[in-house]
């Protein structure tokens, strides 16, 4: 099955039984999901049978960082479970980067996407400083994207703020995924580099992350079909 939306809605809860229980109140051809760290340590591998079952295309976002040969069988392992979309992190730098992408094209029945992290959204230019990178979180995203880029990544993780320059300079063909996405009126959280889905989109991302503000909606496919209907996605 092939969705046509954009959106990733992020499955950030603990249990499996609690993330089964909102899939099955999404639609997959309105969607597809999110699977992060806390979700897959709880649960394992069988969270993606689960979902795949539900007809759900699957964004892993468990963020590889480790030396080039582990990160590489960690993709590997990840592609060979069906999943859609992997990402890992790209201040791994290039010979983790080269070497995952390289692992992923011996790949022949299988095509995933393989996505680079910059800098997180929750991440502000006093936050860089204090790990030792002297530039704005724009400059630090503009330097790691490039360096995905010819890592032979298919796109990064950023913040909308950096769609339009990542597009521009990188190509629109290079897939930019943007998490930190808020429908208007939604509470920020902890997110600080934010924007709605229609701004996000004019930028030149490709797919949005959003996660509590259709999760803990009271109506989440209500919110879910605005949110399409708002980016005139066909359906």
């Known amino acids: 099955m092939s969705c046509q939306s954009p959106i990733v809605v992020a499955l950030d809860f603990p249990t499996m039984e609690q993330s089964i229980e909102m899939a099955k109140r999404l639609d997959p051809n309105q ?3 999110k699977v992060g760290k806390e979700l897959f340590t709880t649960a394992g591998p069988v969270i993606l049978d689960e979902l795949h079952q539900l007809g759900f295309q699957i964004f892993l976002d468990l963020k590889f960082h480790d030396i080039p040969n582990t990160v590489a069988k ?15 992190h790209a201040s791994g730098g ?13 790949l022949t029945d299988q095509k995933t996407l393989l996505i680079a992290v910059t800098v997180l959204t929750s991440m502000d230019q006093s936050d860089l400083a204090e790990i030792g990178i002297d530039a704005t979180p724009e400059q630090h995203v503009k330097r790691l994207a490039t360096l995905a880029k010819s890592s032979g990544m298919d796109g990064v993780v950023c913040s909308a703020q ?20 808020r429908p208007v009126g939604s509470d920020q959280g902890d997110q600080k580099r934010i924007m709605t889905p229609s701004e996000a989109m004019a930028a030149g991302s ?30």
């Open 74 to 88: 960690a993709v590997t392992a990840a592609s060979k479970a069906g999943v859609w979309m992997v990402n890992i």
């Open 206 to 235: 490709h797919y949005l992350v959003m996660g509590r503000p259709i999760t803990q909606s009271i109506d989440p496919i209500a919110v879910l079909a605005k949110a399409n209907a708002d980016l005139g996605v066909m359906l």
């Open 162 to 181: 950096e769609s339009k320059v990542l597009s521009a300079d990188l190509g629109k063909d290079f897939v930019l995924v943007t998490p930190g996405i």
């Open 31 to 33: 969607c597809r999901v």
């Open 94 to 106: 290039r010979r983790m980067m080269e070497s995952s992408a390289n692992a992923l094209q011996q």
